[in-house]
């Protein structure tokens, strides 16, 4: 069976994004502590959940659940500074968020007050918080469980807070 040479070609250039899209979400199988990544997840009702939405995570002797799906992501952080959280060699760190996460926070301040929000770092859960009080000046922090090597990572892929000139070239005096 001999195919259409333009139907060929529409199917290779497919393919062809179809790499381009999945080649970046395969290099995340990579290992964990390569990519300085955190993400923010919201406490839910674990009763009836699927298992595909929702994950158990122990506190104090409780089991809690937590939606998969992150509430806030690296795409909505602009800049990070990390801080000595008071145990041990360990830091703690504050996210700067952009507009659309600074907003989304506020709103889920608001509607979810006295739930969790778990904290993971490249799918390692860190720290958690109870949502006591709205937020609104755009900052949400891990309080603990950050390594030196993650800082670093961290200072790859994000500016610190109050660095606005990181990562553009400067120019040379003539």
Known sequence: ???NPRMNLRIAALAALVTLVMAPLGQAGGKAGEMGMV??????EGE???PKMVFPQMDEGQQRFFLR?????MRDIVAFS?????????????????????????????????????AQVNGRVVDG??????????LIVVWKGITTDEVKLFDKVLPRIGD???GKKKKKAK
């Not at 799906?69 to 992501?73: C, D, G």
Request: net charge negative; glycine share 12%; charged share 20%.
């Open 1 to 3: 069976m001999c195919l």
């Open 39 to 44: 993400t923010f997840h919201l406490e839910t």
């Open 48 to 50: 009836g959940a699927s």
């Open 69 to 73: 799906m992150p509430e806030i992501t």
């Open 82 to 118: 990390p801080f000595p959280s008071g145990s041990g060699d360990e830091y703690g760190l504050v996210f700067q968020l952009k507009d659309a996460g600074k907003r989304r926070l506020n709103v889920l301040s608001l509607t979810a007050q006295g739930k969790y929000l778990l």
């Open 129 to 138: 918080v109870i949502i006591d009080k709205p937020v609104d000046d755009g």
């Open 164 to 166: 606005s000139g990181k």
